[in-house]
Nanobody
Framework: QEQLVESGGGLVQPGGSLRLSCVGS????????MSWYRQAPAKERELVAS?????NYADSVTGRFTISRDDVNNRLYLQMNNVKPEDTAVYYC?????????WGQGTQVTVSS
């Protein structure tokens, strides 16, 4: 059964750092474009970063967040540095292939002092 599970969320102070992880089972990561999305309360889900043969970032996180992947171990990471209150959201891992897309259940990130 295909599954993505995120972890690493929590409460962090502004200016702090957090590392999110996503582990997949039943999915061969190398066949997919891997992405992190986020959804804040009362807002639409938005793309944060994606990685295939290159990386792409939302303007709001460029220079602060870094996406990386480990296809051998089916893991995806998001290193979040210098976080801001507006980064508060539920963060989702996504695996997008030619025919299917898989989503994790999300992990909550709260940036607050």
């Amino acid at each position: 059964q295909e599954q993505l599970v995120e972890s690493g969320g929590g409460l962090v102070q502004p200016g702090g750092s957090l590392r999110l992880s996503c582990v997949g089972s039943g999915i061969t990561f190398s066949n997919y474009v891997m992405s992190w999305y986020r959804q804040a309360p009362a807002k639409e889900r938005e793309l944060v970063a994606s990685i295939s043969r290159q990386t792409n970032y939302a303007d709001s996180v460029t220079g602060r967040f870094t996406i990386s992947r480990d296809d051998v171990n089916n893991r995806l990471y998001l290193q979040m540095n210098n976080v801001k209150p507006e980064d508060t959201a539920v963060y989702y891992c996504s695996a997008r292939g030619i025919f299917r897309e898989y989503w994790g259940q999300g992990t909550q990130v709260t940036v607050s002092s």
